[in-house]
């Protein structure tokens, strides 16, 4: 300016020219240099309202209340220091009585012995940008919020108090239940009277589903967003459900809103409203894009808290279930060790007690045909005999009975096994049966098992012995031992060319004290292929049997792979 | 033969005591057998109290030991002989209906020294205390204390 004033040697030209100057420029003003308020350019007058005299009077009443204290000192200070100053403040356009954003800036004009003759000042619209940082700062701060935790209710709380004031004077975010009903979860105002207002008034009028009207519902049914940049009169009033409600509404002063829903995966989740009120805000679309990037994240986080909780009552649930099973399984366990505690003593018993009656019977039996045996004729010596074996079956039954409930009970010691040392050792064991007797073996490759050798050792004994009773009429008997690999198992089997069996009572033949045949015909307890079946399941294996009268018999039992060769 | 040594028989059960005395006969075993019918009474047999504090001081040469008993069962008298130091050498053999493993099992690790079932066949319970007689009275040594006939 100092080269202006150079060039203008006039002083009435001097200002002629400046005023040309000042009314091109928008929003300027000179004050006096006291701060006293002498021009203010035409536009800054049309955009206040103010004449020049209101705004040498009292420019303070277009400029946001809150933003006065600051501009005030500020201004002070630089009359004061003589030093150029700057203030960002809201001011209100008349227009429309919104306040914007302005950077406000007074340079002091100084004559040629340094006083200030002149404060020169001007105003820069700067409400878009402003209003666009804030936005982002907001949004930046409101998605970080949505991340951070699964506690959606509270975060979304959190965004609506995040929302007011840099957003809007009210926020509210409402979800819609199982049964299609909205639920307020948060509404935000900078003033805690007007928020416990809103609960109230939203108590007194809920919203109404039916009701067309009902925005919320509205946006909930289309899935569509809705951007009102100017509240109409009768929008307000088609809204109120009464004049009391309607009173109430106007006295808010709401303008201008944004109302959007909250989707994830294609389902409405609830609403997100903003609404300018005393502010003077206006929405625009570059709001509403900014409110449904936020919506989004808002969305989705909800829809992630709520899979989450989804997964975590399906775990607890399936935790308490396998708690339960287990304790079930406890139990049972339990009652099991009980029961067999009691079976163990209950074959106790017998082993003692039982045995000791027949025992006896067969001793005095003996003992009487020793002493009277001679006296005797053959018919009553024959009685003896009988009481005698009679009561020898008898303790081989108990002998039999303890041995296969003792087979259930033993715990199992695996180790491996070879077959072909393991046939050749029950054949020794019985050489006495095939005295006299030309039997043909047949015995394959057999491959080692894991198994626990003494039990493995009964149950080849046993088929054995039956192989070599029931071949007892076979002018040519024959003992076949083969064994097939397959995937997971191993298939033994032993046949033989006896005296074979009836197919329809296969499944009786590893049924305890199951006979086919008269004591008379081929002696036995009928405990053996009991005993035989109950060593192979315990090493989870299956027996069966296949069979013809007269053809012979073949017995298979099969041994799992083990699982750990160290086992 | 009047110089022999007595055998314990520790048994409740009179059927047995008989079908023992009769194979011990058949045998012909003919050291005396002193029968006392439940544990309670064999220690106090061996430890000369209650019924038996006057008899005479010399021990049996071997307690054949049933293991069902009445009062003291027959592992709880075996337990009480070999925890004792004096007694402890004396032999004992369990002579018993049971082929249960845990009676077996508990009884050797009490320290017995001879474990018989009782066969169900007269000629085999004849034949199997033949063997204990035969071993136990005549053909083993008694450790020092349990006094041994030693003209036998």
Same mark, same amino acid.
């Given at each position: ?17 400046? !005023?040309?100057?000042? @009314? ?223 009173? %109430? ?60 909780? @989804?997964?975590? !009552? ?38 003692? @007690? ?214 | ?130 063997? %204990? ?20």
């Amino acid at each position: 300016m100092d080269h202006v004033t150079a060039l203008i040697a006039d002083s009435r030209e001097r200002d002629e020219v400046l !005023r040309t100057i000042a @009314d091109a420029v928008p929003y300027m003003w000179t004050a006096g240099p006291d701060g006293a308020i002498h021009y203010a350019s035409p536009s800054w007058l049309a955009y206040t309202g103010l004449t020049l005299e209101q705004t040498r009077s009292s420019w303070s009443t277009i400029i946001h209340p809150d933003d006065l204290p600051s501009i005030a000192s500020v201004r002070v200070a630089g009359v004061e220091s003589g030093k150029p100053y700057e203030a960002l403040c809201r001011i209100r356009r008349a227009s429309d009585r919104t306040y914007r954003w302005f950077i406000t800036r007074a340079t002091p004009l100084r004559n040629a012995d340094g006083h200030i003759v002149r404060w020169l000042g001007n105003a820069i619209d700067i409400d878009e940008q402003k209003r666009a940082a804030e936005a982002q700062e907001f949004l930046a701060a409101a998605t970080e919020t949505l991340v951070s935790s699964l506690d959606y209710e509270a975060t979304l709380r959190q965004v609506a108090r995040l929302a007011v004031p840099r957003l809007a004077d009210w926020c509210a975010v409402d979800l819609l239940d199982p049964h299609g009903s909205l639920h307020r979860v948060a509404v935000t105002h900078p003033d805690p009277a007007k928020e416990a207002l809103a609960w109230a008034l939203l108590e007194r009028y809920p919203p109404n589903p039916d009701d067309p009207n009902d925005g919320l519902y509205r946006v909930v049914r289309s899935g569509q967003p809705e951007l009102v940049p100017d509240i109409p009169p009768e929008l307000i009033e088609l809204g109120a459900r009464d004049a009391e409600h309607l009173r %109430i509404i106007r006295e808010l002063q709401l303008r201008s809103y944004i109302l959007v829903p909250l989707t994830a995966r294609g389902r409405v989740l609830g609403t997100f409203s903003l609404i300018a009120a005393e502010s003077g805000r206006r929405y625009t679309p570059k709001d509403l894009t900014l409110v449904q990037d936020l919506a989004r994240s808002a969305a989705l986080a909800i829809d992630n808290a709520r899979l989450f909780r @989804d997964v975590q !009552r399906s775990t607890e649930q399936i935790q308490a279930l396998n708690e339960a099973l287990e304790a079930r399984v406890r139990e049972r366990t339990a009652e099991l060790e009980e029961a067999n505690q009691e079976l163990e003593s209950f074959c106790y018993s017998v082993s003692h @007690d039982l045995r000791a009656p027949l025992r006896h019977v067969v001793g005095f039996a003996q003992l009487l045909a020793r002493r009277a045996g001679p006296t005797l004729d053959e018919q009553s010596q024959g009685y003896i005999t009988t009481i005698s074996e009679a009561a020898t079956q008898g303790a081989r039954l108990v002998d039999d009975l303890l041995d296969f409930s003792r087979l259930g009970r033993s715990e199992l010691n695996k180790s491996s096994v070879a077959l072909p040392d393991l046939i050749a050792s029950v054949q020794r064991e019985l050489a006495s049966e095939c005295e006299g007797r030309t039997i043909t073996w047949q015995i394959g490759a057999l491959p080692p098992v894991q198994a626990d050798p003494a039990l493995l050792r009964i149950a080849c004994k046993n088929l054995l012995s039956n192989a070599l009773k029931f071949t007892r009429p076979q002018p040519e008997p024959r003992i076949e031992i083969t064994a097939e690999l397959r995937a997971t198992e191993l298939e033994l089997c032993v046949r033989d060319n006896g005296v074979g069996f009836d197919p329809q009572f296969e499944d009786k033949l590893f049924g305890v004290f199951q006979r086919l045949h008269s004591a008379e015909e081929f002696e036995g307890t009928g405990i053996g292929l009991a005993n035989v079946q109950r060593i192979i399941a315990r090493h989870g294996g299956r027996t069966w049997a296949k069979g013809a009268v007269g053809l012979g018999a073949a017995f298979f039992f099969t041994l799992p792979h083990a699982q750990d060769p160290s086992q | 033969m009047n110089e022999l040594k007595r055998i314990l028989l520790v048994e409740d059960s009179t059927n047995d005591v008989e079908l023992i005395l009769a194979a011990f006969a058949e045998i012909k075993l003919a050291n005396e057998v002193v029968v006392v019918n439940d544990g309670q009474a064999a220690l106090d047999y061996l430890y000369r109290t209650g019924a038996y504090a006057e008899r005479e001081a010399e021990l049996p040469i071997v307690v054949l030991l049933d293991i069902k008993l009445p009062k003291l069962d027959g592992l709880e008298v075996l337990a009480r002989l070999k925890n004792d130091p004096a007694l402890k050498l004396l032999p004992v053999v369990m002579l018993t209906s049971s082929r249960e493993d845990r009676d077996l099992v508990r009884s050797y690790g009490l320290g017995v020294n001879a474990y018989v079932v009782k066969p169900v066949g007269f000629a085999e319970f004849v034949a199997a205390l033949r063997e %204990i007689g035969l071993f136990w009275a005549v053909v083993n040594h008694p450790p020092p204390g349990v006094a041994r006939d030693p003209s036998a």
